[in-house]
């Protein structure tokens, strides 16, 4: 049975394009999200090696952690959960090399993502005021599809991760690249990061995707209704024709840049009180 609801891979050629399309360069770390059995892990680190670059393993698992400490004592392995320990990394590196907050930090993250943390995963690295430059991960199809979708199928997860990083499927992987086999496919996504918002800014779009998308079937006008209030309308309606939009539309035919635009005219117009 898989632990913690890991499901290793076992491809080899998978293997290959996670390492590839990292691009790993002198001075870089990687930062690998659940190891497991080390089979990205030892090619991971051939490589960082080979550029001269750092790898960081991060595994939950007492049983997992200790036999890959048993097959390297060297290998730079923290036992703890990402989701904590990630934001720690990033925050010690920052005051160790005396970083400004607010610049890029020089980390890459990488990991064969257990499907139930995806979500939580990504809130958190968007969340960063100095997110990694890259990430490449495995996590389950349907969500990988629902990430790096645009108009007409534009959706809450696509909207918020598409504000912080640009996002491409690299490969599909079938049930049969892991071991145990999961019930669903899988895809390798590779997210790179843009350069950054104000803390205002990104809480102010955060917001407002979730009000535009807090009932897809409705028309954007009648969600962002029942977000600001009735009184709102004609505030709203004015916000909406700045964009071309009559309200009328669905949230999913919505770009992201016209959904970035619409964020920062309600802001300014004061509408959410």
């Not at 390492?19 to 190891?35: D, F, M, Q, Y």
């Not at 960081?56 to 703890?80: F, H, M, Q, T, Y």
Request: with cysteine; glycine share 6%.
């Amino acid at each position: 049975m898989p632990r913690l609801g890991q499901h290793f891979l076992k491809k080899t050629s998978a293997t290959n394009t996670i390492v590839n399309a990292l691009n790993l360069k002198t001075g870089e770390t990687v930062i690998e999200i659940g190891p497991g059995t080390g089979v990205l892990t030892w090619p991971l680190l051939k490589r960082c090696n080979e550029v001269q670059s750092r790898l960081i393993v991060i595994e939950r698992d007492p049983k997992l952690a200790d036999e890959l400490a048993e097959k390297n004592s060297n290998l730079n392995l923290i036992r703890g959960d990402a989701l904590k320990v990630i934001p720690q990394i990033l925050k010690n590196h920052n005051k160790e090399v005396g970083q400004m907050p607010g610049s890029r930090a020089n980390f890459k993250v990488v990991g064969n993502i257990p499907y139930y943390i995806t979500g939580a995963l990504l809130r958190m690295l968007g969340e960063l005021n100095e997110p990694p430059i890259q990430i490449v991960i495995m996590i389950q199809k349907e969500v990988a599809e629902r990430l790096v979708a645009k108009p007409p199928r534009m959706n809450l997860l696509a909207a918020a991760t598409g504000y912080w990083a640009e996002s491409q499927i690299l490969e599909t992987l079938a049930p049969e690249d892991f071991s145990p086999p999961p019930k669903v496919s899988s895809a390798i996504v590779s997210l790179r990061s843009k350069p950054q918002k104000t803390t205002a800014e990104r809480e102010a779009y955060y917001r407002f995707i979730k009000a535009i998308f807090r009932q897809p079937r409705k028309t954007i006008l009648n969600n962002l209704k029942s977000a600001y209030g009735q009184k709102k309308e004609e505030a709203i309606k004015e916000v909406l024709l700045s964009q071309g939009l009559s309200g009328l539309e669905r949230p999913q035919n919505i770009s992201l840049e016209i959904l970035t635009a619409l964020s920062t005219c309600v802001a300014h117009m004061r509408i959410i009180e």
